[in-house]
């Protein structure tokens, strides 16, 4: 038996729509047709994206410093400044200012839950 990689990413959110609405109005994500009960799957490619509500036993208020701490959550844009540009504009919090990377232009942001997220714009 062997792992070949990543196949679903899903961030556990305090309020479904909230979060959708965010990653869809922010991000320009699209929903997939599909998903199950409790989750938001967006149309992302390589590897499947979404937001759901927290599984049992799950108190996001309670983890320190943030949900996530200690993983990585890059997420590929066509345009990273730009990006960026919205977000401060609509008062997201910039955790990482934009500077260029190997990655391309690279800037890290905290969702509304206060995941770091990362975005860069070279595939």
Known sequence: ?????????????????AAARFYEERLGLRRAPVAPPGAVVFATEPIAF??????????????????GAGVALWLAAD?????H???VSHGVPV????????FGRTF???DPDGYAVTVHDRA
């Open 1 to 17: 038996m062997t792992v070949t990689g990543p196949d679903f990413i899903a961030l556990q959110v305090r309020d479904l729509e």
């Open 50 to 67: 979404a937001v759901r509500t927290p599984l049992p036993g799950t108190d996001l208020d309670a983890v320190r410093p943030r949900p």
């Open 79 to 83: 345009d990273a400044q730009a990006l």
């Open 85 to 87: 540009d919205d977000l």
């Open 95 to 102: 955790l990482a200012p934009p500077f260029d990377s190997p």
């Open 108 to 110: 890290t942001f905290a």
